[in-house]
């Protein structure tokens, strides 16, 4: 060890820089969350330090226990959070407090910088360490990685980088292990000096924290301010609603209320303690191509991973912990992908997360309502992955429909019409554009619901073959429907009036006319007010499927077939076989594409053949219809 402190000057990841500066000129109003992160990552690195110790018993040989302790010191301005964890060496105080590796840092910060509400989204992101800035103006960490020899001093007043260098011998001396953290305090964040209100922070939001975190006050002896215990360990019948609250918001990190608690013991071939919470608000990486779970494991109290897929990726939304008191505590990373025990429980715990949810759509809908609406579309996942419970994850889904909002397939079976033995669906990319799409005019008519879908991963689970109670999901813009024996509600509407036109012959005209552009013209069933519709083969994909697949260049678009109707006043002018028969054909296909959303190939002459149309006045054959 040297005293000879030169320092190394080193910038900060752009990232970094930025999120800085926004905590500098910090607009939030939580800035108590500082206290929350550095407590947080405290236990982190006494949990770590726990876990290397199991393949490593000298780092621990000591015999400190472990423990934080906050030190506030009115006369320097200052607030110490000190834990005897894992420490950091040089590099990784470089870097771990000089980069962020999340992904999606870059985006999170573009909405931080334009959102008013800043400290949800910092909860949803976890800024971390980097929240010390909202509060100090000056932090010096000085950390010993355990079992190491050296002690490095990592310095920072935000901006322009950080300075780096070995500690000097009066500072290192006390840290036998662990990291000390020096907060520099604002002049207006001085109030954190107060014993009241760290204890208050304290209480709020790490009372749950394992480790007996320990105030010591200016004068006095230190006293731990925590009741640190294991909650999930303690029997539901002496916890409160609060007790839960406050233990998921410091188990996720999170702000919001927990919409649906879960708690118990397991016991038999395997015994785990399960709390397990769904937060009641949308983090902001929910979709991140990565899709980690948030269940930590830990094994007979001691922290093993955060990120062990203890449960499917469609349920990773849910937050909390499981503790097992049968795996070995020296299992390894690469031992927990296929434990076989783990595997167990990942069932086991799957089933018991589902069956909650389904408990809670029926006995508090409300709260069901909040979770469906956050995590709705990743819980859909499950339709396509989970052949197991598809069925199950089918009756929790909540669906817009023609008759409603959140209905289920359970309701929608319940208001089937006579005869109708489908369950219909449409997927398009906004509620108002599906309600307006000519596919869903003789379901209408008929009053049959239809489920409107425009959640992307809706293209996806649909392409499963999915029936619900013996009833078969049908796309109404894929293949043939035929609603006939289901009766029209009012008899004297659209489809029971006689073609104007002669089939055949006008679908001959048709199919001439468009060539390559579509695979078959037929006359439709679904049609009764509009003229055209465009849909896709029965045995191939849903045009909404293949739309998406092509934006991401993963397919080519295959050709749809144009459904006429013939009773349809245009149609039967081109049976008339006028001179136009052929730019009202391309008119007829065109009109269809802008009514699914897409373009015409050539927008130009369509606009072009339509103004010709209209400036000749066409005579139509027939009643005027919508
Ligand atoms: N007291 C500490 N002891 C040891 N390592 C620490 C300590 N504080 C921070 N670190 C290291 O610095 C890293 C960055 O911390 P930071 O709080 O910014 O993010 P995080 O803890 O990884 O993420 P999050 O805050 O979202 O949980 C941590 O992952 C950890 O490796």
């Known amino acids: 060890m040297t005293t000879d402190t030169i ?40 949990d770590r330090l726990r876990y290397e110790a199991i393949a490593n018993p000298d780092l621990t040989a000591d015999g400190e226990l472990p423990k934080i302790r906050i ?25 771990n407090l000089g980069t962020i590796a999340r992904s999606g ?18 909860g949803q992101f976890g800024v971390g360490f980097y929240a010390a800035f909202m509060v100090a103006d000056r932090i010096v960490v000085t950390s010993r990685r355990a079992g190491a020899a050296e002690v490095w001093t990592w310095t920072s007043s935000g901006g322009n980088g950080f300075d780096i260098a070995p500690a000097t011998d009066e500072d290192a001396k006390p840290i036998t292990r662990g990291t000390e953290i020096v907060l520099h305090l604002k002049p207006d964040a001085q109030k954190y000096l107060e014993v009241y209100e760290i204890e208050r922070i304290v209480g709020a939001y790490s009372d749950n924290i394992q480790f007996p975190i320990e105030l010591k006050p200016e004068e006095g002896e230190p006293r731990q301010i925590n009741s640190a215990s294991a909650l999930w360990q303690r029997p539901k019948s002496e916890l409160t609603a609060e007790d839960y609250k406050q233990a998921y918001r410091s188990i996720a990190g999170a702000f919001d209320e927990p ?94 997360v589902i069956g909650e949810l389904e408990s809670l759509s029926e006995k508090e809908p409300e709260t069901f309502a909040k979770i469906w609406d956050a995590f709705g579309p990743v819980i859909k996942e499950g339709i396509w992955e989970d052949f197991e419970r598809r069925e199950k994850l089918l009756a929790l889904s909540r669906f817009s429909t023609t008759a409603g909002e959140k209905r ?40 049959i619901e239809v489920l409107l879908l425009t959640d992307p991963v809706d293209a996806f689970w649909t392409s499963a073959p999915l029936d619900f109670g013996g009833k078969p999901l049908k796309s109404l813009s894929q293949g043939d429907v035929d609603f006939g024996l289901v009766p029209l509600l009012d008899d004297k509407v659209g489809d029971n009036e006689k073609p104007a036109a002669d089939e055949a012959a006008t679908i001959a005209v048709i199919k001439d006319a468009l060539g390559e552009r579509v695979s078959d013209v037929r006359a439709s069933q679904r049609l009764t007010t ?52 052929r730019d009202l054909s391309l008119l007829l296909f065109e009109q269809a594409q802008i009514l699914d959303g897409e373009l ?11 103004n010709q149309l209209v400036l000749r006045g066409l005579p139509l054959k027939g009643g005027e219809t919508g």
Do not use: W
């Open 7 to 46: 320092a190394e000057h080193k910038p900060f990841q752009a990232e970094v820089a930025e999120l800085l500066n926004l905590m500098v000129h910090s607009v939030y109003s939580e800035t108590d969350i500082f206290l929350r992160e550095l407590i947080s990552n405290a236990s982190d690195a006494l």
């Open 71 to 95: 030190v506030p010191d009115k006369k320097a301005g200052t607030l110490a959070v000190i834990d005897n964890g894992i420490g950091m060496d040089r590099q990784e105080l470089i870097d």
């Open 105 to 122: 840092t870059k985006s999170f910060l573009s909405r931080l910088t334009e959102a008013k509400d800043g400290a949800g989204l910092i």
């Open 259 to 352: 919409a649906m608690t879960l708690h118990y013991r397991a016991e038999g071939r395997q015994s785990y303690a399960v709390l397990l919470f769904a937060p009641s608000t949308k983090p902001f990486d929910l979709f991140e191509p990565n899709r980690k779970g948030h269940v930590k494991l830990y094994v007979r109290r001691v922290f093993i991973a955060d990120d062990a897929d203890l449960l499917p990726g469609y349920l990773r939304f849910i937050r909390g912990v499981i503790d097992s008191e049968d795996l070995p505590l020296n299992i390894s990373r690469e031992m927990l992908q296929n434990n076989p025990q783990l595997v167990q429980i990942r069932k086991a715990v799957t089933g018991r």
């Open 408 to 447: 289920s397939l359970k309701q929608y079976a319940e208001s089937l019409k006579p005869n109708q033995t489908e369950i219909y669906y449409l997927v398009g990319d906004s509620i108002e554009r599906l309600k307006s799409n000519p596919k869903l005019e003789s379901a209408n008519a008929r009053g």
């Open 530 to 581: 509009s003229a055209s519709c465009l849909v896709a083969e029965g045995a191939g994909r849903d045009r909404a499927l293949e739309r998406l697949l092509a934006q991401q260049n993963r397919g080519a678009v295959t050709k749809p077939i144009l459904e006429i109707n013939m009773r349809h006043p245009l149609v039967a002018a081109i049976a008339g076989g006028k001179d136009e028969a």
């Open 600 to 610: 015409p190939e050539d927008p130009a002459a369509f606009a072009n053949r339509l």
